[in-house]
């Protein structure tokens, strides 16, 4: 009997411990390293869950980060490889832990990269609330990759070096990206799942600009200044399109009336299958 009433208090007991050890052990850690040299670096960025806040610094670090994050479910990265020129930052699950058993809105990362070296930035996200500012900071190119997320991208200032590519990839999103000219890219790759785009093209223009963009369910809204000349091709099923201000022409794409004198010129290839296209014109 005695060893029956043993047995069934440690049975009662097993629920509570396991949901003590399922629960979050939240740890913060700062990380930083300086910057040795000025060649260009690749840096890989990846976070699971929680609130980012990504920018440039000035100050002589190749990157400074802050961490809170589930020390149960995940590891701090920070590798840097000096003779490959890369970087890996972030977190990465524990060993047995899936990547969206950690999401939680109480991690965060907050992340500066330096402005003085170019840079190939690939930054992947999972259901995260982003706020990213790469203001005047020398990308040769952008790579972003979100899951379920909230995220803003803004270009506040030109980025310093032309950027080849700037590539987004969003899943179930409400995606925002603001004063792209700043971004000082040849070309731009944009495409999203189900949710909303919002690409505000306004910054300081050098040179035209191609923008593909493929948004399956949900709303596109183009966000052109009045002095940039515009064509549009459209390629949709099932959606609207809202073009005031843009003339239809033989090839079958949408120009803006001031295409052929604009000094500059935005070339946009837009897809989507059940979605809203909407364009509008704003001074810069």
Same mark, same amino acid.
């Given at each position: ?52 806040? +990504? ?174 000349? +515009? ?54």
């Amino acid at each position: 009997m005695k060893l029956a009433r043993v047995m069934a208090a440690l049975v009662a007991l097993l629920p509570g411990s396991m949901r003590a050890q399922s629960a979050p052990l939240w740890r913060s850690v700062d990380i930083a390293r300086q910057l040795r040299d000025t060649l260009p670096q690749r840096v890989r960025v990846q976070y699971t869950a929680g609130k980012v806040d +990504v920018r440039g610094t000035s100050d002589p670090m190749l990157y400074s980060m802050h961490l809170r994050y589930d020390e149960r479910r995940t590891v701090p990265v920070h590798l840097h490889d000096p003779d490959q020129h890369s970087t890996s930052l972030g977190l990465e699950a524990r060993g047995g832990a899936s990547r969206a058993s950690g999401q939680s809105e109480d991690g965060e990362l907050r992340l500066m990269l330096t402005r003085a070296v170019p840079l190939d930035l690939e930054l992947d996200f999972g259901g995260t609330q982003s706020s990213l500012d790469l203001g005047e900071m020398s990308l040769h190119s952008l790579r972003l990759d979100c899951g379920a997320t909230d995220a803003s991208l803004l270009f506040s200032r030109p980025n310093r070096v032309a950027m080849r590519d700037l590539d987004v990839n969003v899943g179930a999103a409400d995606f925002t990206a603001s004063r792209l000219a700043n971004a000082n890219a040849e070309r731009m790759r944009v495409s999203a799942g189900v949710g909303s785009l919002d690409l505000d093209f306004s910054g300081k223009w050098t040179h035209d600009l191609a923008v593909t963009t493929r948004l399956t369910v949900g709303k596109l809204t183009l966000r052109i200044p009045d002095d940039v000349g +515009v064509r549009i091709e459209v390629q949709r099923v099932a959606t609207g399109f809202e073009h005031a201000g843009l003339v239809k022409r033989d090839d079958g794409a949408w120009y803006s009336t001031n295409f052929d004198a604009a000094p500059f010129k935005l070339r946009v290839r837009a897809e989507t299958f059940f979605g809203k296209i909407d364009v509008q014109h704003s001074a810069q």
